[in-house]
């Protein structure tokens, strides 16, 4: 079964940073569009950031816009999430996702990211 892995997720301060990284194989990594979610206690799992397969294109929902950064390296099939700034809502569990171009969708099993004084 194909299933990306996430890594890196760890308890930190607020104010912090943290750099989770995911790696996938098992399908075309470069032609798929890659995102990271995360579902905090009690809530609806939400899209955080992604990019296009060549890196060229990035979205980022408001609530994490100019702290976190996704980027790519297609030659090693990894997608990474930087975080800066983290704040105690950012505590979650955060998913890794590919949508390959025919529509195939593959999950992480999740890595948790606590933020905490």
């Known amino acids: 079964q194909v299933q990306p892995v996430e890594s890196g997720g760890d308890l930190v301060q607020p104010g912090g940073s943290l750099r989770l990284s995911c790696t996938a194989s098992?399908?075309?990594?470069?032609?798929?569009?890659m995102s990271w979610y995360r579902q905090a206690p009690g809530k609806e799992r939400e899209l955080v950031a992604d990019i296009t397969n060549t890196g060229g294109s990035t979205n980022y929902a408001d609530s994490v816009k100019g702290r976190f950064t996704i980027s790519r390296d297609n030659s090693k099939n990894t997608v990474s999430l930087q975080m800066n700034s983290l704040k105690p809502e950012d505590t979650a569990v955060y998913f890794c996702?590919?949508?390959?171009?025919?529509?195939?969708?593959?999950w992480g099993q999740g890595t948790q990211v606590t933020v905490s004084s």
């Open positions: 098992g399908f075309a990594f470069s032609r798929s569009v």
């Open positions: 996702h590919a949508r390959t171009w025919l529509g195939q969708r593959y």
